[in-house]
């Protein structure tokens, strides 16, 4: 099966979400979660990823996650992910409750195509204030694609994770997982970066974006994806965006669906004229969706 066929197959079936000039959706890919060891990369930016979460939150947005916010090719066990990172399961489960909370599964955590998987794992967690178990996602669907469309069916986003263009991260990911946990991961502590990954090798970074351009171009489809955590958003070229991801070294990436634009932004850390740090959230790049939605 071509890169092609396993893309368009991302969509068969996809829950579409509605898209309106008063649309506010939050797409953040690559999270990595971990369990709090020296291979968690997620840990080095929990705070900006938490910070951020918490303005989506406060500001009625939508929080779509695009793939891969779970290690789940280094790590087995998802209870101690939970575990480890609460205060974020936490706030997710508070965008659950609201209807608010969408989540792709990429590469790393295919675990979670199996419809079961999140009645076993992701239902309820234990809450370390009350001392009890509390719900987490019930009932919650884990998706290949979503998409999203105005309202009379001409303008549609399409989102998936990315994968779907590297056939060892797709059609064999069991066997790049089986490399990843029990021979990438003990030499990444050593500095060896994995040859196989689309974030680490720009060699394949670039082909995998290439594809996934061309594909966006070729079917006329504004596609949204992360997987290489390279973030792009250029309005010059508006078939292919990315989110990126948050483990870049001292900041995360995502993308903004607001008021009919769709804006790249970087929550960083940052520092005042007296010397305080603070969390700061800067536009990297924005582009209007479509002519439909000039604006508010």
Request: hydrophobic share 35%.
């Amino acid at each position: 099966m071509s890169f092609y066929s396993r893309l368009s197959r991302a969509f068969e079936g996809a829950p579409k979400l509605p898209l309106s000039p008063r649309s506010r959706y939050a797409i953040i890919s690559d999270c990595h979660r971990g369990k709090g060891d020296s291979n968690d990369n997620f840990l080095k930016n929990q705070n900006l990823y938490f910070t951020a979460l918490n303005h989506y939150y406060a500001q009625g947005f939508t929080y779509i996650e695009l793939g891969d916010g779970d290690e789940l090719w280094e790590n087995r066990r998802m209870g101690q992910i939970i575990e480890i990172h609460s205060n974020v399961f936490w706030l997710l489960s508070l965008f659950h409750r609201q209807n608010r909370l969408y989540m792709v599964y990429g590469n790393h955590d295919m675990a979670k195509k199996k419809k079961s998987y999140g009645k076993a794992f992701c239902s309820s967690y234990f809450c370390t204030d009350t001392q009890s178990y509390q719900p987490l996602f019930p009932h919650v669907t884990f998706h290949e694609g979503i998409i999203l469309e105005s309202a009379r069916e001409d303008y549609r986003l399409y989102l998936t994770h990315g994968h779907q263009a590297d056939i060892m991260n797709s059609t064999f990911w069991k066997l790049t997982r089986f490399l990843v946990r029990y021979f990438w991961k003990p030499l990444e502590h050593f500095g060896v970066l994995d040859p196989t990954s689309a974030a680490k090798n720009y060699t394949c970074k670039d082909r995998i974006e290439r594809r996934l351009s061309d594909y966006a171009q070729s079917q006329r489809m504004p596609l949204i994806v992360g997987h290489t955590h390279r973030p792009h958003l250029d309005p010059a070229a508006p078939y292919y965006m990315n989110a990126g991801s948050c483990v870049h070294p001292s900041c995360i990436t995502c993308l903004e669906i607001e008021k009919g634009k769709i804006t790249l932004v970087k929550w960083t850390l940052s520092v005042k004229k007296d010397r305080t740090l603070y969390v700061a959230r800067e536009i990297l790049s924005e582009s209007i969706l479509n002519p439909l939605f000039p604006g508010p």
